[in-house]
């Protein structure tokens, strides 16, 4: 499932996803992450959430709800590095739900990728 909050990741147009997010993607749009995941969690038995961008203290605690109930987790977060991460205090705890990270880094027009797992950039 795709909590797509501002119509970002999926694009959705007369209810098609612009992009290819998979044929058995549930998607909630127009909706804020919060509330989207929450929904999605009870009515769409979802293996997996997706949501772009996390925000605020309201967005991690639907996230851990997810997590707390065996949901997988995908997301974004603005942050130059992993010690950035951690200064940031709504998101104290984000370390700790997800198994891998992948930290991306723009040079020029290229883009440098470093996956690093979760006790390994946070330990």
């Known amino acids: 499932s795709i909590a797509d909050e501002r119509g ?11 992009f290819d997010v998979g044929r058995h993607t549930d998607i909630l749009e127009g909706c804020r992450k919060s509330e989207a995941v929450l929904m999605l ?11 772009d961008e996390i ?11 997810a997590a707390n109930c065996g949901v997988a987790l995908l997301a974004t977060v603005h942050a130059e590095n992993e010690d950035e991460l951690k ?21 020029g027009i290229e883009r440098e990728y ?3 797992k979760a006790g390994d950039a946070f330990d």
């Open 114 to 116: 470093r996956i690093m």
């Open 87 to 107: 200064k940031r205090e709504y998101y104290s705890g984000l370390c700790s739900m997800f198994d891998v990270w992948i930290f991306i880094k723009k040079k």
């Open 55 to 65: 925000t605020d203290p309201e967005d991690m605690a639907a996230l851990r709800s």
């Open 8 to 18: 970002e990741i999926a694009a959705l147009h007369t209810g098609e996803p612009g």
């Open 41 to 51: 969690l009870r009515a769409m038995n979802p293996e997996v959430i997706a949501v």
